[in-house]
């Protein structure tokens, strides 16, 4: 799952307001957190979840796998810092059945703890209780959560050639342009009951990026392979009580796209969640474009977390859901016309050649930056 949403949506509040937030409320009492704009009440935001796909299945999608991550951040109702991570927690994942599974701590990576079992996944008819401990002795427990009573499979994805409008600048100026492009899509299958069911879809985006300006294919400066947690970082929900129908997952612009001009793909991951945690993402969807200094502050979204012995509160969702995922790769040559590769024309005309300045990315594909780029390909490279 991509949690990355929840930090961006963070700050940006943040910094537009100057209000630390992610307010959540008790699931199992549908209680709502208060937003406290008065005191300077200390809380913990916890973002996590499993799914019933293990670190060795995922590595099929394929990837270089995926551990299940609890990430902490403290923060402040009233504050105009970065969260700040909670490092030395002990965190773990108990199963009703007696089972105990410790995350720990990546040591580069503050804040953020991993379950470094590489078989497990969550399982049918258990139930599971995220479980935290702070440096200080604080205690915060989830409620016993399992897997929705459903799954469904992840369909086959096309896309259709589409330009819409968009505002751009030209000479300074403001004006309406049509862009050409693609909407990606996938085909829901139809459901075999009329049950109503939740779903939400995040992206992985991946590609690779050649200096235009550098002669040489084997320097380092010339090729790499590029990630992003800000391309295609939206989420995608869908309250649905039948399938059959084609359910638009996001937009690729195919003019002047570095991206597309060697290889693009990406994770297509599809999760199936319960309702309350399905209520959790449409809460949070509801706000995250707000923060602008006159709008209303945003309010207490639901959260599964009690804090058992201290006065911090707790922000956060503790969610298990049925996951599906597969790479989805771009195809140019499927396309009606043909996409122009003008990055050699852009460097050229833009680039400033003067050896005392530091390289950008027409001169190095390190300094890429729409994402990070590195020269080593990732693991799947070759198994794709």
């Not at 699931?27 to 293990?54: P, W």
């Not at 690779?208 to 800000?230: E, M, R």
């Not at 012995?309 to 771009?330: D, L, P, Q």
């Not at 190095?364 to 390909?377: F, I, K, M, Y």
Request: negative net charge; charged residues 25%; proline residues 5%.
């Amino acid at each position: 799952m991509s949690n990355r949403i929840l930090t961006k949506i963070r700050l940006s509040l943040k910094n537009s307001v100057s209000l630390a937030f992610l307010g959540y409320s008790c699931v199992s009492c549908i209680e709502k957190y208060d937003f406290n704009v008065i005191n300077q009440v200390e809380g913990l935001v916890v973002e996590a979840s499993i799914s019933d796909l293990s670190f060795a299945e995922s590595l099929s999608w394929p990837s270089d796998g995926r551990y299940f991550k609890v990430k902490l951040s403290k923060t402040n109702d009233v504050d105009n810092q970065r969260d700040e991570r909670v490092s030395q927690a002990e965190v773990k994942l108990r199963s009703k059945s007696g089972a105990e599974y410790m995350y720990t701590e990546d040591p580069l990576l503050p804040g953020e703890y991993f379950l470094r079992d590489e078989f497990f996944r969550a399982e049918r008819d258990e139930e599971y209780q995220l479980e935290i401990i702070l440096p200080d002795g604080q205690l915060f427990t989830s409620n016993w959560e399992s897997l929705p009573s459903k799954s469904h499979p992840l369909g086959s994805v096309d896309y259709i050639e589409t330009s819409p409008n968009k505002y751009v600048y030209e000479a300074g100026e403001r004006v309406v342009k049509s862009i050409r492009g693609i909407d990606v899509r996938m085909r829901v299958t139809d459901f075999s009951d009329s049950e109503k069911r939740f779903f939400r879809w995040t992206f992985d985006p991946f590609w690779t990026y050649a200096a235009a300006l550098v002669a040489d294919p084997a320097s380092p400066a010339k090729q790499c392979y590029v990630t992003s947690d800000y391309y295609l970082d939206d989420f995608v929900l869908a309250e649905l009580k039948r399938g059959d129908y084609s359910q638009k997952l996001f937009f690729l612009e195919t003019g002047s796209n570095w991206r597309l001009y060697k290889h693009f793909s990406t994770i297509i991951h599809q999760e199936e969640l319960s309702e309350s945690y399905y209520q959790f993402w449409k809460d949070l969807e509801a706000q995250k474009d707000k923060g602008g200094l006159y709008d209303q502050p945003p309010y207490g979204l639901i959260t599964n977390f009690t804090n058992t012995n201290g006065n911090w509160t707790v922000n956060g969702y503790f969610g298990i859901v049925s996951e599906s995922a597969s790479r989805w790769t771009f195809d140019p040559a499927d396309l009606s016309y043909t996409i122009e590769d003008n990055l050699l024309q852009w460097c050229q005309e833009n680039a400033v050649f003067d050896p005392r300045l530091p390289p950008d990315q027409c001169f190095d594909c390190r300094s890429h930056t729409l994402g990070v780029a590195v020269n080593t390909p990732p693991l799947w490279w070759n198994k794709n």
